[in-house]
């Protein structure tokens, strides 16, 4: 088995997430994270979990205030997303890359026709009409909505501008023309040739369809994806996958969040949409319940495969002195979502006896959170996403209030039971090993 998965399967995986556009979207998405974060803040203290603090806050007028921070970072993520990946597929082939992520940028505002009225304290100051060839933006599609559009973009340019590059297509400006000068001209070409296409391409959709470029997409192939995210066989997708790729020794975590978070933050995002509008955020109301806080905080939560019932486990419980020891070492890390140690020196990878526990623990957990959120026991998650090591129990509280923090406890409740029978199994190895070392 190990060797068909190691010649067989493995090496086909490993070329796709090796291959350019995906390491360019994964790089390029990480450039997003400090605006989420920076907007989570915010957006915690526009509307805070604690209903006493949260009626303060809207007392002393600084609620507003809030959301004008919050709004402008969540609200213009594909921006920063088109930016950033273009701005990696240049970087990783060894060419300048803030003027191919400038033009990724120009880009993405080019094609995004603005198609919804702009309206201020409720009346209608520009109609969709009035809009369209003319300066507004619609920062609609500059958040969630125009994601899949903003990674298209952005690879497009990127490959485009790399081309020109190895190509040598640009300009040349004497040896005696200073170097700073000289590289402003470097872009000309490429931007020329790019930024026309683009208007082509805004020209075709607008005369053939009558739409945007992103609006199209966003209903052909981003709604379409963000379904198949947000669904139980999508949430038993991302419970397994992880682990799976971990137990090879793969970097699960980065690669499928690099590849699947764009969807989930997107899901995240259009949540808020639905509470900025003044509806009740839930399942029937079009929320969602596949977002990257369900991935974050109830799949991974103190790292892959959930491993901190096999930590508590090897700390206070192990007989074996190899588990003690380890375990001491790898529980700090573990309460902020660091377990590599575990993972490599238990082992969990490649660990037949382990390998159940790492796979049904974040199955399990995923399971019962996609219900208990269809249900409502816990509340969809809105847009506040916090960082991946923030440590349980204060990350649940943060992106859903006290019960989705309680809910998180008795999920991490649970991996101890569900490693435990596991756990002693090897532990009872380990002293055989070392009694007849």
Known sequence: MNNWVNEKLLPPVMKFVGSRPIKALRDGMLYTMPFIIVGSIFLILAQCPEPHVASWMKSTGLTPYWNVAYNATFSVMAFVAVIGIAYSWVKAEGFTPLPAGILAGISFLLVMQPITPVTVG??????????VHSSYIDRNWMGGQGMVTAIIVGMVTGL????????????????????????????????????TGWLIVYIIFDKLIGNSMTAFIYGLIQLPLQGLTDSFGGTLVLALLIPFLWFFGVHGSVIVGGILGPLLTANALANQKILD???????????HIVTQQLLD??????????????????????KSRQWKDLGKLAI?????????????????VMNPILAIPFFATPLLSAILTYFALFFGLIPLFPATIVPWTTPPI????LIGGWRAAAWQLLMLVMTFFIYLPFARKQDALNVAMETKG
């Open 277 to 287: 509008s003044g509806q009740t955020l839930t399942v029937a109301n079009g929320g």
């Open 332 to 348: 700090g890390p573990a309460l902020f979502t660091t377990n590599e140690p575990i993972l490599f020196a238990a082992p969990i």
């Open 160 to 195: 485009i501008y790399t081309w020109f590059m190895k190509k040598d297509i640009r300009i040349k400006l004497p040896e005696q023309v200073p170097a700073n000068v000289s590289a402003s001209f470097t872009a000309l070409i490429p931007a020329a040739v790019l930024i």
């Open 297 to 318: 905080q109830f799949m991974t939560v103190t790292g892959a495969g959930m491993t901190i019932g096999l930590v508590v486990f090897m700390t206070f419980f192990a």
């Open 394 to 397: 204060i990350s649940g509280f």
């Open 122 to 131: 409720g009346k209608v100051v520009a109609t969709a009409k009035q809009m």
